[in-house]
């Protein structure tokens, strides 16, 4: 069964250094996501993309933060000056997209994560 | 906003025992409603899920089913196994993004 996956799965970075997350969606999938949950605390969502665009984003998701698919198959998100408080296990999704316009029950596939840990 | 409420957990049962997690939610418009499982080490497996009121998702023993009335999606099985020993996720999506609950930390002891 195809899969999400994403690299590295743990990565520790000096704060105030920028850190790129890695992401290959699932192959026929249009819609991408990053997801982070911070130890103990709920899963949130970051960002959505399509289309090569942002379509959604939360609070979160400020200037720090930007996403990229520099090419067909990866999907990044990168920080540019980490804080402590970034520290979180970060998940990217992949969603397929329905034309027939049922888009919310399209189930988003997860990868297994990145732990992220800044010192 | 948007909310789910999960049952607190943790969880810890026998092998065979009946369970429930219990799912609650808030939102506005007719969101789907999913189960996603966090086996330890690994990322988020969707498990199950219901796209409009009265539909049951089943997988794996597993059900749930989507109660408008109540505003619920409770996660049930009727006979756990050791290897059901995971985090459970409730989560409702809403345009594109998803949105957990807490999250069930469910033991099941041999």
């Known amino acids: 069964e195809p899969e999400v996956t994403q690299t590295p799965s743990h990565q520790v970075t000096q704060m105030g250094q920028e850190v790129i997350l890695r992401c290959v969606p699932i192959s026929n999938h249009l819609y991408f996501y990053w997801y982070r949950q911070i130890l103990g605390q709920k899963v949130e969502f970051l960002v959505s993309f399509y289309n090569n665009e942002i379509s959604e984003k939360s609070e979160i998701f400020d200037d720090q933060f930007s996403v990229e698919r520099p090419d067909g198959s990866n999907f990044t998100l990168k920080i540019r000056s980490t804080k402590l408080e970034d520290s979180a296990m970060y998940f990217c999704?992949?969603?397929?997209?329905?034309?027939?316009?049922?888009?919310?029950?399209?189930?988003?596939?997860f990868g297994d994560g990145t732990r992220l840990s800044i010192l | 906003g948007n909310s789910v409420t999960q049952m607190e957990g943790p969880v810890t049962l026998s092998e065979e025992a009946f369970l429930t997690i219990n799912c609650t939610y808030t939102a506005t418009g007719y969101p789907s409603l999913f189960w996603y499982v966090q086996y330890p080490g690994e990322g988020l497996q969707l498990l199950l899920k219901?796209?409009?009121?009265?539909d049951k998702g089943s997988n794996k023993g597993f059900e749930a089913t989507y109660r408008k009335e109540t505003t619920s999606f409770h996660l049930e099985k009727g006979s756990v196994q050791v290897s059901d020993s995971a985090v459970y996720f409730c989560?409702?999506?809403?345009?594109?993004?998803?949105?957990f609950g807490s999250g069930t930390q469910l033991t099941v002891l041999p």
């Open positions: 219901a796209t409009k009121a009265d």
């Open positions: 999704a992949s969603s397929s997209v329905v034309v027939a316009g049922h888009m919310d029950n399209q189930p988003q596939h």
């Open positions: 989560a409702l999506k809403a345009a594109r993004q998803l949105t």
